[in-house]
């Protein structure tokens, strides 16, 4: 179930919030534990089954963590299993065929067969999460969790879930025995999951459409402007798209009581690639840094290890991504500007006119976009010759202008909705032209909203076409 | 005031999505969509295994949607919002100028355009009576200046240009010359693909002038309108839901003496040259011959002209009445349906001449045209 289709907002989130609000507190999080699961379930029967192996693995390895304080190697031994299951859970779900494929290259290892494995839904979320768990309180940096319901409320909470943000234990492990709920937080909630809703589904899945036909464009279709068109309607759609997917986790955390921390901050903005991953992702970000950048030595060591510690988190961090050797080569790709940043750049970008340092930045983001989206080596070269005038399709046809005119005004709104403007606009408006903008908005973007999904679902038969 | 307005927000919120899912709970499920002419999805029903391996869940997703509250006014409000930020079209269709929705052409490669066109040249080839072959433009191509600006389309003019260079053995006949000087006239359905019988008329003229006989004029006819509600498939595609319907004419009535055989199950029924029952329904273009159907024999009453073999499409439908003058005998034989073999078909029917004639749009996307050449 995504959250924007009917029957997550139409059917499952109205009982969801129903029954919450007239349980007293103690049950409430055993009603949680439940929907998450049928959350989950919905879309995962089996697999259900994996997550819910994950969740026993992690409370379970906390507890034994917690118990072996004392002796520090017996509490060791436990953490590194620990680790191991979940990053072998993760290896084999994911990346197991990718494995065999490649190894298949090898002469004399042809005959292996692929195993068919299908992901399971939000893996690369949930592991990532339990994970954080046992190392937590190994360091010392939350405390034991002896409640099996409220810790798997934690790793099964459906808001974030499926896309994150990546929610690490010792962020909500306050929350997770008590939070408090007041009409103003649930109202900051549906403005929030408005804003996401309005972002998914008015924005990303339209631009979506339109990269999807420069996307599908052969080698001589392929102009200069629709190369440009299609990538910036791309770049545009996956912040839309995941942020907005963010913004509904968020917006949904807090209708239930919960704070979740932010997971983008206008990463368009950034006037440079370093700048630019502390606001994208973050929550991913954050992840990397705490579990691996630092404990492999951070930034306090010798340059030449900075740089092997950099080199080490992108290649990981580009093959989280997905199962295809193009997501690790989009990873290199941003290690390498972040070591050129590191070595000499930044410090030049930041004395360098701002509007230098974000043509540069986007068009390094643009362009990794190209490998990240396209699935082979040979369509990121034609894409990327088309865009810097090297393709054979000439700088534009007609039909380039067309799509031009008709996502003017969509180009327009989400390139203004990708900068901090709308927001300070409305934090600096008065306190009486919120309270009454406020509920106008939520109204328009609901019935706007809502006729998108239904839309989206529109299927007319047209079987006397002939 | 920011709590009061924090409490109205979270009542917007919540009463907008608790009235949605009580309404759909409470009003009856529907069996048929109107507008997109289609059996909506019924409750599916619920097994362990169903749930645990099986469809369940995807068939209530379905569900939901199919049964959502006010579907139709959703679609509407959505298309409406694509025209005020400035697109063009919706889901494929075209918004023109004078109420007139086109949907966008796409034509298919070249090779698979040549094979069909071999298998019509193939026919010819075998027979020894004079084949004639039409391919109909349809509006995206005649009515190209009512499309908004640049948008992509592709012609139509061409595709008919390059499969008639590779007919040689049949007599193709000049549908695009005979509409295109005719193209300011209402001579395709503004919310439907198909011609109107003006535009069928034309067509006709064509195929008279290409089996060298003499047409009618139009002062032939006694015009009469039989329905001002028409909304055809490319209203159903597009979601403009507030565009005026079409009307449907007929040029030519049924007389005394016409004896039409309809087989649409196989079995030889009454057949009837205006099914009038359709004008009540959805699908109104249907009421020419009654719609769909493997084989329509026709006993036109007039002793000693020719007999003639229709493979066709539906944009004959309305072309069919214009003929009937012409010949002794008119069969008609749908080759998705149909599955004879044409050459023992002709030689039992001692038929004089056959016409194969489609529309550009379903001669690109038809699959079953490999059936003329066996």
Redesign the interface.
Known sequence: ?VFS???F???Y???V??VYYMAPWKWRNLWLFVVNLLFYG??E??YLLLMIFCITVNFINGILIDKYRGDGRKAKLILVLNVVINIGMLVFFKYIDLIIETLRLIPGLSGLEPLGVTLPIGISFYTFQTMSYPIDVYRGDADVQKNYISFGTFVALFPQLIAGPIVRYKDVADQLNFRASS??Q??SG??R??IGLAKKSLIANNLGSLWDIYAAASASELTMLGSWLGIIAFSLQLYFDFSGYSDMAIGLGRMLGFEFLENFNYPYISKSITEFWRRWHMSLGTWFRDYVYIPLGGNRCSRRRQFFNILVVWALTGIWHGASWTFLLWGLYYALFLMVEKAFLLKRLERAPAILSHIYTLLIVIVGWVIFQLDSLDKCAVYLSAMFGLGGAGFAV??D??YM??????FV?AMAAATPLGARLYARAP??L???A??AL??VA???A???I??G?????????? | MKKISSWIQVFIFTAFIGAAFILNLVLPDKEMSEVENRTLQQFPKFTFENFVFGSFTTDFEKYANDQFVMRDGWITVKAATELAVGKKENNGVYYCEGDTLIERFEAPDDDSLLQKAGYVNALAEKLDIPVYFAIIPGAAEIWNDKLPANAPCDSQKELIDLVYSAVPDAETVDMYGALNPHADEYIFYRTDHHWTSLGAYYGYTALMQAMGMEANGLDHYDVKTVSDAFLGTVYSTSGFTWVTPDSIQTFVNPYDGLSITNYPQGEPLEGVLYDESYLDKKDKYSMFFGGITPLIEIDTGNEGLPSLLIVRDSYMDSLTPFLLEHFSEIDIIDLRYNNANLSQYIEEHEIDSVLVCYSAYNFSIDTNLYRLAK
């Open positions: 179930m289709s009917v029957p907002m139409f059917m989130l109205p009982v919030l129903l919905w879309g029967r089996v009409v103003d649930f109202a549906v403005r999951f408005m007609t039909s202008f067309y005119l008709s996502y003017a005004v969509t709104i306190e009486a919120r309270s009454c406020a509920p939520i109204a609901l019935i706007l809502t006729a998108y239904v839309d679902t529109y299927n007319p038969f047209l079987y006397f076409q002939f």
